[in-house]
């Protein structure tokens, strides 16, 4: 049997996969797409993620990302433009996953589903249309996704997240943060030319282009001439943001990712999470850490950039212009990004 098996090859379980191995521990990463897709994600990577890739041998501009160097607002008639206070890059998922799979190697088995996992004496016995598979310990990174028979216990009420890849949206360096009625949106440059609409709300998704363009001057101006290149938009429910995995859980089973902790979107800093939990979760394990006190180390150190997420979304929520306003601050803006920063 597997000493290590990961569930879910998207940045999280990718991390700790790549850890594993590199370290000469036996892993297997069951991912249940046959291939790299593209996944509801604004697509934008502050310097935490950055740092964190190239902790595991990944470049973002070598894997094709745009830079970007300024953040516009929105809100009714006005316009904050701001200059990020880091460096920050533009990356579909599709191409991100594809690379982090990549970077996996043999531990990678493609188009396997996780259908349950159980604890079976010293290990689990998880099942997969194809048949068992017994291994040591359980990571658990499918994202947004629960397995069955593992909820995350006391999530909040869930938020849908949708994504749309356009055309017709003239997008260099900036991401532009669109506030509508009952929800908010990113749109930033594709790397080959077009833009990423990608937005958070709670309620019936209704038309997504129009109900954008009615938030703000600025989501009008920039998305005047745009139209989807995809049917529809992809579509994720059941987004806990805010949900944080308590110290606690079963033994041998790791919550690594989105699995352990949801960050508001609008930061960024999704992936950033994501990857460094992955890595912290390989440490945890090479050091024979159990998996109560990985999530009791992991609740600690994302407690401030949660926190700080939480209430910058709460501002945007409840008054875009007050954050548009906070967010034209330069030294605010930079105190926010300090304190969602989650890089060791
Ligand atoms: C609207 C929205 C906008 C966002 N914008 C950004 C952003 O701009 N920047 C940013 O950094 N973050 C952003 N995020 C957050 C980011 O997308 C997530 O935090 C990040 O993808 C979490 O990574 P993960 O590895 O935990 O999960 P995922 O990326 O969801 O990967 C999970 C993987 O597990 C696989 N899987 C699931 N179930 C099973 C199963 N049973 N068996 C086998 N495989 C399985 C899935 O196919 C997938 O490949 C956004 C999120 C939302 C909802």
Same mark, same amino acid.
């Given at each position: 049997? #597997?000493?290590?098996?990961?569930?879910?090859?998207?940045?999280?379980? !990718?991390?700790?996969?790549?850890?594993?191995?590199?370290?000469?521990?036996?892993?297997?990463?069951?991912?249940? @797409?046959?291939?790299?897709?593209? @996944?509801? !994600?604004?697509?934008?990577?502050?310097?935490?993620?950055?740092?964190?890739?190239? *902790?595991?041998?990944?470049?973002?501009?070598?894997?094709?990302?745009?830079?970007?160097?300024?953040?516009?607002?929105?809100?009714?008639?006005?316009?904050?433009?701001?200059?990020?206070?880091?460096?920050?890059?533009?990356?579909?998922?599709?191409?991100?996953? $594809?690379?982090? =799979?990549? &970077?996996?190697?043999?531990?990678?088995?493609?188009?396997?589903?996780?259908?349950?996992?159980?604890?079976?004496?010293?290990?689990?016995?998880? +099942?997969?249309?194809?048949?068992?598979?017994?291994?040591? +310990?359980?990571?658990?990174?499918?994202?947004?996704?629960?397995? *069955?028979?593992?909820?995350?216990?006391?999530?909040?009420?869930?938020?849908?997240?949708?994504?749309?890849?356009?055309?017709?949206?003239?997008?260099?360096?900036?991401?532009?943060?669109?506030?509508?009625?009952?929800?908010?949106?990113?749109? =930033?440059?594709?790397?080959?030319?077009?833009?990423?609409? !990608?937005?958070?709300?709670?309620?019936?998704?209704?038309?997504?282009?129009?109900?954008? *363009?009615?938030?703000? &001057?600025?989501?009008?101006?920039?998305?005047?001439?745009?139209?989807?290149?995809?049917?529809?938009?992809?579509?994720?429910?059941?987004?806990?943001?805010?949900? *944080? =995995? #308590?110290?606690?859980?079963?033994?041998?089973?790791?919550?690594?990712?989105?699995?352990?902790?949801?960050?508001? %979107?609008?930061? $960024?800093?999704?992936?950033?999470?994501?990857?460094? %939990?992955?890595?912290?979760?390989?440490?945890?394990?090479?050091?024979? =850490?159990?998996?109560?006190?990985?999530?009791?180390?992991?609740?600690?150190? %994302?407690?401030?950039?949660?926190?700080?997420?939480?209430?910058?979304?709460?501002?945007?929520?409840? @008054?875009?212009?007050?954050?548009?306003?906070?967010?034209?601050?330069? #030294?605010?803006?930079?105190?926010?990004?300090?304190?969602?920063?989650?890089?060791?």
């Amino acid at each position: 049997m #597997p000493e290590n098996v990961v569930i879910g090859a998207g940045p999280a379980g !990718c991390a700790t996969a790549i850890a594993l191995a590199r370290a000469g521990r036996e892993v297997l990463l069951l991912e249940r @797409s046959p291939e790299p897709r593209e @996944s509801v !994600c604004g697509e934008f990577l502050g310097p935490d993620a950055a740092a964190a890739l190239r *902790r595991l041998g990944l470049d973002p501009a070598r894997l094709g990302a745009a830079p970007l160097r300024r953040m516009r607002i929105g809100h009714g008639r006005r316009e904050a433009d701001v200059t990020l206070p880091f460096p920050a890059w533009a990356l579909p998922r599709r191409l991100l996953d $594809g690379a982090l =799979q990549e &970077a996996a190697g043999p531990a990678l088995r493609r188009g396997t589903t996780v259908l349950g996992a159980v604890p079976m004496g010293e290990g689990w016995r998880l +099942r997969t249309p194809s048949g068992e598979i017994q291994a040591r +310990r359980v990571i658990l990174a499918t994202g947004k996704h629960a397995l *069955r028979g593992h909820p995350r216990e006391g999530a909040p009420p869930p938020a849908i997240g949708l994504k749309l890849h356009l055309a017709g949206v003239a997008m260099t360096d900036a991401v532009a943060l669109l506030p509508f009625g009952g929800g908010y949106a990113g749109l =930033q440059p594709l790397p080959g030319g077009g833009a990423n609409l !990608c937005a958070a709300l709670h309620g019936p998704p209704g038309d997504l282009l129009a109900r954008v *363009r009615a938030g703000s &001057a600025l989501a009008e101006a920039l998305l005047r001439d745009a139209y989807p290149l995809w049917d529809r938009p992809l579509a994720i429910a059941g987004v806990p943001y805010g949900f *944080r =995995q #308590p110290a606690s859980g079963p033994s041998g089973l790791y919550r690594v990712g989105d699995q352990a902790a949801v960050i508001p %979107s609008f930061t $960024g800093e999704g992936v950033a999470l994501a990857l460094h %939990s992955g890595l912290a979760a390989a440490k945890a394990i090479l050091a024979g =850490q159990e998996a109560a006190a990985f999530h009791a180390a992991w609740r600690r150190r %994302s407690a401030g950039p949660m926190r700080w997420a939480g209430l910058a979304a709460h501002v945007l929520r409840a @008054s875009p212009p007050a954050f548009a306003a906070l967010g034209a601050v330069g #030294p605010l803006a930079r105190l926010v990004a300090a304190r969602t920063r989650v890089a060791a």
